[in-house]
Nanobody
C-alpha cells in the first residue's frame, strides 16, 4: 500500500507561481511512475503531468498541452517526493490537484495519461487562481 500526501496548494493571483509537493510512502519510490491530475468543480479529473523512473536511462516526462511550458514536474527519490512547479498561473488552472502513483516498476519513455494506469491517489490540494 502506497500513501500519498499533497501539500502546497493555496490562493494566488493570475501570473503567480505555486509549487505543489507530494510525499509518498514505500521503499521502492524510485521505481514508481508519478503523476499529477486536477479536477475543477463539475468537471472530470484531467491529466496534468507525469514522470517515470529513470530505469537506468532517461526519465520519461509527459505534460498536458494546457500546461506545457508553464508547469514542471520533478522528483526527489532521496526524499520520496514529487513536485509540480506551476508558473504563470491562470484562472482556468483553478482545481483540486491530485497526486497519483503507479508502483509496478514499469519504465515508460512517455508515462501514461490515463487515470486507470495509476494505482494510488492522494486526497488532493486546492489551487485557486484569481483574475
Amino acid at each position: 500500500q502506497v500513501q500519498l500526501v499533497e501539500s502546497g496548494g493555496g490562493l494566488v493571483q493570475a501570473g503567480d507561481s505555486l509549487r505543489l509537493s507530494c510525499a509518498a510512502s514505500g521503499r521502492t519510490f524510485s521505481t514508481y511512475t508519478m503523476a499529477w491530475y486536477r479536477q475543477a468543480p463539475g468537471k472530470e479529473r484531467d491529466f496534468v503531468a507525469a514522470i517515470s523512473w529513470s530505469g537506468g536511462g532517461t526519465t520519461g516526462l509527459n505534460y498536458a498541452d494546457s500546461v506545457k511550458g508553464r508547469f514542471t514536474i520533478s522528483r526527489d527519490n532521496a526524499k520520496n517526493t514529487v513536485s509540480l512547479q506551476m508558473n504563470n498561473l491562470k484562472p482556468e488552472d483553478t482545481a483540486v490537484y491530485y497526486c497519483a502513483a503507479q508502483a509496478r516498476g514499469n519504465y515508460y519513455y512517455i508515462p501514461p495519461r490515463t487515470t486507470a494506469a495509476y494505482d494510488y491517489w492522494g486526497q488532493g490540494t486546492q489551487v485557486t487562481v484569481s483574475s
